[in-house]
């Protein structure tokens, strides 16, 4: 399965993709620009994390890549590949509820805690993109 090789790319559509979980070694970008908020990716095998402004944004352990991350209203949206089965964290608004959808499928409801964290698990493999979906209810 592709990944991000530049570790970061705005796409053609007004998305973002990062990571790169086949890095052995801890790889990073700072300071990218995008939509005028600047973003930093730091990858590789065991983790992947993204931060806008200085901000958490998203996270996951092991490393994965994500393609398309888009944040329109109440939903996030990206599709999320790797090698193993990842916990994905991602900033939300706090102590707000969301359902998160993997492939169109319902996985659940949850409610983010104070800091505004959500946190799941996916089960990854090298040849699928997992698309994810999580709307603010």
Do not use: W
């Not at 490393?63 to 996030?76: A, E, I, M, N, R």
């Amino acid at each position: 399965m592709a990944v991000v090789e530049e570790l970061i790319r705005k796409e053609s559509n007004g998305t973002i993709s990062f990571g790169n979980y086949k890095l052995s070694s801890k790889s990073k970008v700072s300071d990218f620009e995008y939509q005028g908020d600047l973003y930093k990716v730091k990858t590789f095998q065991e983790i992947t994390k993204l931060e806008k402004n200085g901000m958490f944004v998203y996270e996951s352990v092991p490393g994965t890549t994500v393609f398309h991350l888009d944040s329109k209203d109440d939903v996030l949206s990206f599709e999320v590949t790797g090698n193993d089965t990842a916990q994905i964290t991602l900033e939300l608004e706090p102590e707000k509820e969301y359902e998160i959808y993997n492939n169109d499928d319902l996985l659940g409801r949850m409610k983010t805690n104070l800091g505004g964290k959500l946190v799941f698990s996916l089960e990854l493999g090298e040849d699928t993109k997992e698309k994810i979906k999580v709307v603010k209810l």
